[in-house]
Every structure is written in C-alpha cells, then in structure tokens.
C-alpha cells in the first residue's frame, strides 16, 4: 500500500471512530430521556441502569454503523475537497476511483465485521440488557421467561407452560406443551399445535393429554378440548415476556422460522427481520458509494454542512428501509425485497451520481 493510500485509509478510519462515538452519545442520551421515567418509576438502582447500557452499547454499534460510515465518508472526501487535496491528486494523474476503492473496500470489511458483531456479541447482550428490561424495569415475575422465541410461565402453583412462539396480531400461540406437576412428579402432560385466545380464555385446539397415574399407568386422551382461564395469562402478558428478533442470531431466527412454519404459523414478519440480518449490515457499503461522490463536490459551508447533509441522506435512507420493512411485515412485498429495495435503490442512486460525475 502506497503513502496515498495509507493516507486515505487512517483519515477514513480515524473519522469513522470519531462518527460511531458521536452517534453512540446522540443515541444514549435520547433513549435515555425516553428511558428515565420508567427507570425511576420501577426505583432501579443506578448500578442496574449502568449495567443496561452497558449491554446496549453492542446493539447501538451495531445499528449506527451506516450513519458513521456515511459520516466518515462526507468528512474524509470533503475534507479532501474543501483542502484542494482531492484537486490535487486528480491533477497528479491519480483517479478519483481510487480513494473511492479504497474506502469501498474497507466499509466491505467494515459491513462483515457488523454482521459478525450482530451474530456473536448483539444477540447475547440484547437477552440480558432484556431480562433487566421485563424484570427490574416491567416488574414480571422471572418464572416468566423466553428464549430464542420459546416462552415459559408458570401459571399457579402446580401448572408450566411452553409456548414455541406466539402471534399477537392475531393471539394465537403455536407449539403448546401444559404440564401439572405435584409433588415433584408430573401428573399431567397436554400438548397442542395451536393455542386461541378467546372470551378471556386460551383453547388449546387439537391437545393430546397424558395422565400419569399413582400406578404407574398412562391414559392418552387426543382431541381433548382443553381451556386455560385467562387469569395471569393474558395476551399482554405473553407479548412482554416474548423473544424479539434482535435477541437471537440469523441461525437462530432461521430455525425458529422453520419451526414456525412447521406448525402453520404466520412467518411474514420473522422472514423480514431475517432477510434485514443481512441487509443492515451491509448497507454500510451502499452508503459510502451514495455518500462519496456528493463529499467531491465542492461547496459552501465545510463541516457544518458535510454533517447537516449526512443527517438528511440517513432519514431518507432510514426512512426508505422503514417502509420497506413495513410493507414487508404486511406482505405487500415479499420478504428479500423489503429488506434489499432499500440497499439496490440507493445503490443505483450513488452509481448514477458517480457517472455523471465521471463524466
């Protein structure tokens, strides 16, 4: 790597930790306003307040790494363009391609190192910082818990519920398993495809009941009508305590899709979060070449108005995936194009821009 390039390289990555270190305290102290009242409502103590934006810190990363990058890009570009730098290498015979490539080919790096940290680090902290969330914060009881999209109650003394996923648009829980346990032994086991929320009550449609007797014998009872009140148990209760995409991985979603799938659920809008695992990150890429070639031009107003247009171009953007995602979740458009309209649409935005620029 040649002087230039190393140049261009540590100017781009020193204004890229710059950027992630300005949005991570922008995004901290917004959600920490937002946060503030129910933090002091529940009296969490303050070490715990710590220890759950400690365990945001990933996430926030994570989800900021497109505006830093398009942040780094403005700054790093413009810098050279408001410095007569760029002028200067155009004129030396050295190609605007060439800064462009390589800040290409370190947002590519950069959007395999997001998905990394979206599939190691992300999905554990989001379950701790969570668990503090519906514990400390929303007060529910911990036999109430949830996992890679499983849920677990406790209902009275005697009674457990596993529910594989649940659907609150249209309150149906899909994979029931309902044990009775006394004594320490388990005295009845139901499980169901499908569980209905209805005149305050879930029917367990389709349940095949055991019953173990004090003998040691086993009565089967299948197509068992079975209710359990409402009582505790409400559909509200279910949506607190519930898995969310951001707490599990790709591989997990993947195969939580599957065994939704496998028991007749709706799985639209699980499919989107999976296709935008991927598409997230790598929207890093796409920013740089939408951002690069608006940082050549020169204009007036230097930094203030390199980060004013990096704060328009992010809403758009932001803007555009949101409503992608939300015709996504309605099925308006299939999945893959709800998470990919975006990155291809501004994508052939910056090529647009780069042509007529080359031109």
């Known amino acids: 790597m040649k002087v230039l390039d190393k140049y261009i390289v540590y100017r781009y990555v020193g204004r890229l930790i710059w950027s992630i270190a300005l949005a991570v305290v922008v995004f901290l102290v917004v959600d920490l306003v ?20 400690q365990l945001y810190l990933p996430y926030i990363v994570y989800l900021i790494l497109p505006v830093a990058a398009l942040l780094a890009t403005l700054f790093t570009i413009g810098g050279l363009t408001m410095s007569n730098e760029l002028n200067a290498m155009l004129v030396s015979g050295v190609p605007f391609y060439r800064p ?54 406790q209902i009275g003394r005697d009674r457990q519920l596993s529910v594989d996923r649940y659907n609150p648009a249209t309150r149906e829980a899909f994979g029931i398993h309902l044990v009775s346990v006394r004594d320490g032994r388990i005295k009845i086991r139901a499980d169901a495809d499908k569980m209905i929320w209805r005149d305050n009550a879930w029917y367990l449609q389709g349940a095949a009941e055991r019953v173990f007797a004090e003998d040691g014998g086993l009565l ?126 501004f994508g052939l935005i910056g090529l647009g821009i780069l042509w007529r620029w080359a031109r």
Do not use: H
């Not at 979740?329 to 291809?344: D, E, H, K, L, M």
């Open 34 to 53: 937002e946060m503030m009242d129910k933090f002091i409502d529940a009296k969490v103590p303050v070490t715990t307040v710590i220890r759950y934006y």
């Open 220 to 345: 089967w009872r299948r197509d068992t009508a079975i209710t359990i009140s409402g009582a505790g148990l409400r559909p509200d209760e279910l949506e607190r305590v519930q898995t969310k995409p951001e707490e599990m991985n790709w591989a997990d979603l993947r195969e939580f899709v599957k065994r939704l799938g496998a028991v007749g659920g709706n799985t639209t809008r699980w499919l989107v979060d999976l296709r935008f695992k991927v598409s997230l990150p790598f929207a890093v890429v796409i920013i740089v070449l939408f951002g690069a070639p608006i940082a050549s031009i020169r204009r007036r107003g230097g930094t203030a108005l390199g980060f004013g247009l990096a704060l328009f171009v992010c809403f758009i953007y932001f803007g555009f995936l949101q409503v992608g995602k939300v015709l996504g979740y309605s099925g308006a458009i299939p999945p893959v194009v709800s998470a990919w309209a975006g990155n291809v649409f």
């Open 100 to 153: 462009l490539g390589l800040l290409l080919i370190t947002s590519i790096l950069l959007a395999f190192a997001g998905f990394a940290l979206g599939e190691t680090i992300v999905p554990s902290a989001n379950r701790q910082r969570m668990d503090i969330y519906r514990y400390d914060v929303r007060r529910l009881p911990r036999e109430s818990r949830s996992k890679f999209g499983q849920l677990y109650m």
